[in-house]
């Protein structure tokens, strides 16, 4: 059972390149979720999605792009990569999103760096 | 607004010794509430989670939390820390305030474990 697969593990881009992250899960989990992680600031929602084909903004949206045309898949796109975008991103998944004690799934991370 | 605070961005122990990692919750609604940890170059993975019933809460790797309603805290114990608890540990809140679950994480709490 692999969980949450996260590709790639590591990524360098130059300032206007853009690149999809990928997320899949084999757990049939309904909610998937982005999230980057900072020094100093913990993790912080960028997207999610509830179902196939309903996806929100989280708390950090701005430059990224989702969609989730599968269950099993959720990839993040950054369409013109800026140097504010270098972080750790973590993809997550759990069974329902409407049920309290459901809890998240990580992937292990890609870590982005932008030049 | 939901808040999550947590007290101490690093804590140092020596093997053997007991693990206090504080944190502290601002929540208008009753919340769940939850600990992961974070090995280096992993995702986040669950300790353990409180939903409203027994207020003591037990988890993996002989960690535990107590739920106090009147000092709005969840803290992290452990009688006896082991080397490979070295780790960062997230406090986290839910809240389910727009019909969808609301998470806000801590800032974490760096473990140090010392032979």
């Known amino acids: 059972n692999a969980g949450v697969t996260q590709t790639p593990k590591f990524q360098v881009l130059k300032t206007g390149q853009s690149m999809t992250l990928q997320c899949a899960q084999d757990?049939?989990?309904?909610?998937m979720s982005w999230y980057r992680q900072d020094p100093g600031m913990g993790l912080r929602l960028i997207h999610y999605s509830v179902g196939a084909g309903i996806t929100d903004q989280g708390e950090v949206p701005n430059g990224y792009n989702v969609s989730r045309s599968t269950t099993e898949d959720f990839p993040l796109r950054l369409l013109s990569a800026a140097p504010s975008q270098t972080s750790v991103y973590f993809c997550a998944s759990s069974y329902s999103a409407g049920q309290w004690d459901s809890p998240l799934h990580f992937g292990n991370g890609t870590r982005l760096t932008v030049t | 607004a939901q808040s999550v605070t947590q007290l101490d961005s690093h804590v140092s122990v020596s093997e053997g010794t007991p693990v206090l990692l504080r944190c502290n919750y601002s929540?208008?609604?009753?919340?769940?509430l939850f600990w992961y940890v974070q090995h280096p170059n992993k995702g986040l993975q669950l300790l353990l989670k409180?939903?409203?019933?027994?207020?003591l809460v037990k988890g993996i790797n002989g960690f535990e939390a107590e739920f106090k309603k009147s000092e709005t805290s969840f803290h992290l114990t452990k009688p006896s820390a082991h080397m490979s608890d070295a780790a960062e540990y997230f406090c986290?809140?839910?809240?389910?305030?727009?019909?969808?679950?609301?998470?806000?994480f801590g800032t974490g709490t760096r473990l140090l474990v010392s032979p």
């Open positions: 986290v809140v839910r809240t389910m305030n727009t019909g969808f679950q609301k998470l806000v």
């Open positions: 757990m049939n989990h309904e909610y």
């Open positions: 929540s208008s609604y009753s919340p769940s």
């Open positions: 409180y939903t409203s019933a027994a207020t």
